[in-house]
């Protein structure tokens, strides 16, 4: 099918569209905008800023992308936001540009973001993340594959959120949560292994047991931080996937992780 642009809309002549692009009523889309084959915008949706979108991506009302960052750091410049692939904005969805000059919000592909939530200035978002409603993560945050988040949670600015982690509705995340874990509460802490969220991503029993042993070790056999990463790293498995994910995790952390409960 041919690129479609409903008569109300506004698509400036310096934006670039893909193939099979549908734009509908009363849009905007601005000059530095590329939007992918098969893109979809409904109606009042809104593209602005130095912001390409991949292939196959939804924008549903009233969602905005590449807005200017709300950081009053900023300076000026022509920084920016990119997008993957097959992404799903939901109604009034807001996504800002970076704070530096050169610098960009980044997404992945296959995302699912509900209706209200934010992605802010500097965010580093990674591929098949659900996001439902009400989810605000703040500058800089970096959000790893394959996480879950419930309604109205929220993740503090430099905050990391590891693979397969699922935060729990209403959660306020500030410090690191590491992968593979259920993290709650006001703050929130970790409670369990995502296990349920596991077997959906296909992790057999064999790497279900090593998770549940990492996370004996961190959180319940009452070490202290660097003594639970110690005895990982020294374990029996500490060269499979699922120890190695943790330890380099842990390693990277500039804000601590989230304790147990």
């Given at each position: 099918m041919p690129t479609v642009?409903?008569?109300s809309a506004f698509v400036?002549?310096?934006?670039?569209?893909?193939?099979?692009?549908?734009?509908?009523?009363?849009?905007?889309v601005g000059p530095?905008?590329?939007l992918g084959d098969r893109t979809r915008l409904h109606h009042h949706a809104s593209v602005e800023g130095n912001t390409w979108l991949g292939e196959a991506c939804e924008l549903f009302p009233y969602a905005c992308i590449g807005g200017k960052t709300q950081d009053l750091k900023f300076k000026g410049g022509n920084p920016g936001v990119r997008i993957g692939a097959r992404n799903v904005f939901r109604e009034y969805y807001t996504v800002h540009s970076a704070t530096a000059p050169d610098g960009y919000t980044t997404l992945g592909d296959d995302n699912t973001f509900l209706a209200y939530g934010h992605v802010a200035h500097d965010?580093?978002?990674?591929?098949?993340?659900?996001?439902s409603n009400g989810v605000g993560l703040a500058g800089h945050v970096t959000v790893e594959d394959?996480?879950?988040?419930?309604?109205?949670?929220?993740?503090h600015q430099f905050c990391r959120v590891g693979a397969y982690a699922m935060i729990s509705g209403y959660a306020k995340v500030v410090q690191d949560v590491a992968p593979f874990f259920i993290a709650d509460g006001q703050p929130?802490?970790?409670?369990?292994?995502n296990?349920?969220?596991?077997?959906?991503?296909?992790?057999?029993?064999?790497?279900i047991e090593r998770v549940k042993a990492i996370y004996r070790i961190l959180f319940r056999d009452g070490l202290n931080r660097s003594q639970a990463l110690e005895r990982l790293a020294a374990h029996e498995q500490?060269?499979?996937?699922?120890?190695?994910?943790?330890?380099?995790?842990?390693?990277?952390?500039?804000?601590?992780?989230a304790p147990g409960a």
């Open positions: 642009v409903h008569p400036d002549p310096a934006a670039q569209l893909g193939v099979d692009v549908d734009i509908g009523p009363l849009c905007y530095d905008v590329r965010c580093v978002v990674g591929s098949r993340v659900i996001a394959d996480v879950v988040f419930g309604a109205n949670s929220g993740v929130a802490v970790i409670r369990a292994i296990k349920i969220g596991l077997e959906r991503k296909g992790f057999d029993a064999a790497r500490a060269g499979e996937p699922e120890f190695v994910r943790i330890l380099d995790f842990a390693r990277a952390s500039e804000r601590g992780l």
